[in-house]
């Protein structure tokens, strides 16, 4: 049974000296593939307090990590987070938790995805779209739920429309 957890830890720099930043945190949270979040204040004394150029030294020694780093934005982070359970029958469990979900298929084979989202219907969904097709769900016990099939090495993406 194979999982992947939804887990992010926003951070504080610490005593924040531009000459020295610590990143060793934020290392150890991109070793273990997660987002590296950064927190601090925008008062006097925080990171940003000064200018935005403040953050380059940070910036810099994650920058130079091996591999590489993407800076992204922290709604493009949230739709690829997800909780992912492999079944004994191979067919993957995912409880999504915001109403856009970018879903990767990394495996070599095409899957099948059993999606679960909590839903209460406070605002009711007008429809549901994968990759900008209406795609069919249904909710029942409190969880909106589809199933979808996504090729080997691609990714769709799953957005709820509610009514505004």
């Known amino acids: 049974m194979g999982m992947k957890i939804p887990y992010m830890v926003g951070r504080h720099p610490g005593d924040y000296l531009p000459f020295r930043p610590n990143v060793q945190p934020f290392i150890f949270d991109l070793f273990l593939d997660k987002p590296a979040l950064f927190l601090t204040e925008a008062n006097e004394g925080g990171l940003l307090a000064g200018e935005i150029t403040a953050f380059n030294p940070m910036a810099d020694q994650i920058n130079s990590l091996s591999g590489g780093v993407d800076w992204q934005s922290l709604g493009t982070i949230l739709k690829r987070l997800y909780l992912e359970k492999t ?78």
């Open 87 to 164: 079944d004994d029958d191979g067919i993957l469990d995912v409880r999504m938790y915001i109403n856009d979900l970018i879903l990767a298929n990394e495996s070599q084979t095409g899957r099948t995805y059993h999606i679960a989202r909590q839903e209460t219907l406070n605002v009711p969904i007008v429809s549901l779209t994968v990759n900008g097709q209406a795609f069919p769900y249904y909710v029942e016990t409190g969880s909106l739920l589809l199933d979808v099939q996504v090729q080997r090495s691609a990714s769709i993406e799953i957005i709820i429309h509610y009514v505004s």
